[in-house]
């Protein structure tokens, strides 16, 4: 039997090196194929690099997407690649989010003959000012971003539903909320609370600095958000939008206690609102509405973030530390 070809943008970063994986897990007749910037570590991948196929390039280079699906002529694709760190200019978001979107997209109809499904993977905080009225968000709500990855995000789904409609191309959006994990990043709410909590046992404090610490948002973990990719593509109906979500919600107060408790800090631990770390624009509660992918992805979390996730994510980060107490 012939294999179906997987082709993944961001093949190499946190969310597309667990996609790959869940893949290789439980699709044995796909082939994996990724594209891989010159300068991108393939760290996350090492366990998987002899199963998977990689080619080097770049989304806001043409001349090597092209080439790259050309040669491999996908039946799905993924699209994970995106610029989301805080520290970049708005132009480096268009270039890469919105430009790199475009290219993809104009590959696709160029280059291949045969195409199942093309998947964009967008996020939850598109819906932004949405978030004002406390409530899940549904995919029906407004979509009103408010930082510029997130406007630059909801552009790339605004082009895929173009090509869609001018190029009947079969395409999928899927809006992921907040989600952590294994090999995540080092500015995510999870990993940077537990960098302070052992802070704090090594420095004997005893005050916890945080910001917005009674903010309520969204928690998922990544195995369950990248099967919901998987999902997408093969359950899901050309043209939709999905949330992937929990659907509940927990305060960062919540996390940072969890976190004390969890490495038995005997001591009492007072928090304290660092004025300096208070984003004005989020808003207290930030949660999703998932049961339109249940319904037409069969498609639920499964991993509960409290209980699995986040004593994962302790255990991995004090596995890599040395003289900590």
């Known amino acids: ?50 199963s998977v196929e990689l080619f080097e390039g770049d989304i806001t280079d043409k001349n090597s997407l092209d080439e790259a699906i050309r040669q491999t002529q996908p039946n799905y694709i993924f699209h994970l690649a995106a610029s989301t760190s805080k520290s970049v200019e708005d132009k480096t978001y268009w270039k890469i989010n919105v430009d790199g979107t475009r290219n993809l997209l104009e590959s696709v109809v160029n280059n291949v003959n045969k195409i199942f499904m093309l998947h964009y993977a967008s996020t939850g905080y598109v819906y ?22 997130e406007k630059t995000k909801l552009e790339g789904e605004k082009l895929f539903v173009e090509y869609s409609k001018q190029y009947n191309l079969p395409i999928v959006v899927t809006r992921a909320f907040h989600h952590e994990g294994p090999d995540c990043r080092e500015d995510l709410i999870g990993t940077i609370i537990i960098k302070k909590v052992f802070e704090l046992i090594k420095s004997n404090g005893k005050f916890l600095n945080f910001g917005n610490i009674k903010n309520i948002i969204d928690l998922s973990d990544v195995r369950d958000i990248v099967y919901g990719y998987l999902l997408a593509v093969e359950n ?40 300096k770390c208070v984003r004005p624009k989020e808003f207290p509660v930030r949660v999703g509405d998932y049961l339109k992918a249940k319904r037409e992805l069969n498609w639920e979390p499964k991993i509960d973030f409290l209980e699995q996730t986040l004593p994962e994510m302790i255990n991995s980060y004090l596995s890599n530390i040395k003289d900590v107490i």
Do not use: Q, W
């Open 236 to 275: 899901g109906k050309s043209g939709e939008i999905y949330n992937l979500c929990s659907g509940k919600g927990h305060s960062i107060e919540e996390l940072i206690n969890f976190t004390i408790k969890y490495v038995k800090i005997k001591r009492p631990i007072k928090i304290k609102i660092d004025k």
């Open 1 to 50: 039997m012939l294999k179906k070809t997987v082709f993944i943008t961001g093949i190499t970063g946190f969310a597309g090196s667990h996609l790959a994986k869940k893949i290789l897990e439980d699709r044995p007749n796909f082939r994996i194929f990724g594209l891989k910037r010159k300068e991108s570590s393939i760290e996350r991948i090492k366990e998987i690099i002899d």
């Open 128 to 149: 932004g000012k949405s978030f004002k009225s406390g409530l899940p968000m549904k995919e029906t709500d407004k979509t009103l971003p408010i930082e510029p990855y």
